[in-house]
């Protein structure tokens, strides 16, 4: 099957409104990832077919979990851009801020912004710890961390009194041992073409006793 294919099952699969350009673009991105990862190997999955499996419809599967309130978004540790560029093309309302802090991941974010000419998207070169934005984010979200204390470490500035922080996981195998954060819900994530275990997995800050 081609990828444009997998891409238009994959979507009709996830059942959500999205642009009509959706499929055109991730297919666009996919070209300008495969044209990278020949120099600078950004990915360890080179198939483009298993690209949209494992790396583009694993990410739009979260889009439909995250609420109305998800207007500023950090991802941590973006890599490639997983999830936060396909998030990026499938709802242009949201403000996506790309924290990566390898030099190579950062310029090939900052090409496919300009290629993809994403408006909503910065490209953040900096570790999550050392950032300092202007206005908190309303989503701290990472795939690419596993450990949610390691997670909510370096990145509990970024949030605010009713910010969430998200991550994917395999398994729901730990609980957040942050003082002050709690883990709040599990979700599973049922992905498209893909028969392997996803959990989304929520941490708040705990409610304050105003009594």
Request: charged content about 20%; some cysteine; glycine content about 4%.
């Amino acid at each position: 099957m081609s990828v444009s294919a997998l891409l238009e099952l994959g979507l009709a699969a996830l059942a959500i409104d999205v642009p009509p350009s959706l499929s055109a673009r991730l297919q666009e991105y996919l070209q300008l990832l495969e044209k990278w990862n020949r120099v600078h190997n950004l990915t360890a999955v080179r198939a483009p077919e298993e690209q949209v499996r494992l790396h583009l419809l694993d990410c739009l599967a979260l889009v439909p979990l995250l609420n109305a309130s998800a207007l500023r978004i950090a991802d941590i540790g973006s890599g490639a851009g997983f999830p936060g560029l396909m998030w990026a093309m499938a709802r242009p309302q949201w403000s996506l801020y790309l924290v990566e802090s390898n030099h190579k991941k950062t310029a090939f974010l900052r090409e496919a912004v300009r290629c993809l000419a994403l408006e909503n998207v910065q490209v953040i070169a900096k570790r999550a710890e050392q950032w300092q934005p202007e206005q908190a984010m309303d989503w701290i979200v990472s795939r690419a961390m596993a450990d949610i204390d390691g997670f909510v470490r370096v990145s509990a500035h970024l949030g605010h009194a009713d910010s969430t922080w998200g991550l994917m996981k395999a398994h729901d195998d730990e609980q957040c041992s942050i003082a002050g954060f709690v883990k709040s819900t599990v979700q599973q994530v049922h992905v498209p073409l893909l028969d392997a275990p996803r959990l989304w997995v929520c941490v708040r800050r705990e409610a304050v006793d105003g009594n």
